[in-house]
């Protein structure tokens, strides 16, 4: 079982940042992507980016060059740095944590994100 709990989550104007952590405990030794997705009221939920087997990293267009996501193994912990912030980015975040062995998906409750423009 893997637990994650976000934190970082809060409001910002436009052109702020934020910093999201996801901190893992639990068995994360078979967990081989670890994402950002998030979910705008009345959207669906949506991916933000994602690292896979620690070593390619993905982001979703509408983030790329603004957001950055890395992760310290040290901490089991994984960030989302969000710089040039945009009103369109406010949403709930979440971490997911997937185990291709088992097709098992692990989540974090969430943190808002509210940008005002």
């Known amino acids: 079982q893997v637990q994650l709990v976000e934190s970082g989550g809060g409001l910002v104007q436009a052109g702020g940042s934020l910093r999201l952590s996801c901190a893992a405990s639990?068995?994360?030794?078979?967990?081989?992507?670890m994402g950002w997705y998030r979910q705008a009221p009345g959207k669906q939920r949506e991916l933000v980016a994602q690292?896979?087997?620690?070593?390619?990293?993905n982001y979703a267009d509408f983030v790329k060059d603004r957001f950055t996501s890395s992760r310290d193994n040290a901490k089991n912990t994984l960030y989302l740095q969000m710089n040039s912030l945009k009103f369109e980015d406010t949403a709930v975040y979440y971490c997911r944590f997937h185990v291709p062995l088992s097709s098992v998906d692990y989540w974090g409750q969430g943190t808002q994100v509210t940008v005002s423009s």
């Open positions: 690292i896979i087997s620690g070593k390619d990293t």
């Open positions: 639990g068995s994360t030794f078979r967990v081989k992507i």
